[in-house]
């Protein structure tokens, strides 16, 4: 998705017709989902916020979990600002992300969420890969080989 503008716009503006009513925010991994999220809160009118990658020396009680993602293979660090947590808090929020396969960002985003007292409403995803996430509403599926 990265750098390919015409495939993130489109995705993104067919994702957004497909957000649930009663969702009043987008939350996103950092980076590669970023532009994404950018043009789903674009069109439908919804804020999101960026969950990050590192601890930033500017962040308030920030809120942090460990995840091992399929696309590094590695332990990596997710994290809200704790001046973000006030806007999830309450709220039906929808995770937006470029593709769902091992589901393991995916899982780590809802703790987040749920520990700052969101309520998640939906997963929406460009594509879901390997095994079938009927909790993810994905464009499309690809398969592991």
Known sequence: ?????????????????????????????EVKALS???????????????????QKPYMVNPVVREVVSITTGKPQTLVMDGLD????????VAIVDDVVSSGGTLHSLQEIITA?????????AVFTEGDERPEVTALGHLPLF
């Open 36 to 54: 994404l999220a950018h043009v789903i809160s674009r069109e439908s009118g919804l804020p999101y916020i960026v969950v990050r990658k590192t």
């Open 116 to 124: 700052v007292g969101g309520d998640l409403g939906a997963v929406l």
């Open 1 to 29: 998705m990265l750098g390919d503008t015409a495939i993130t716009e489109e995705a993104g503006k067919e994702l957004a017709k497909l957000i649930p009513e009663d969702i009043k925010i987008l939350i996103t991994p």
């Open 85 to 92: 947590v006030e806007k999830v808090r309450g709220q039906r």
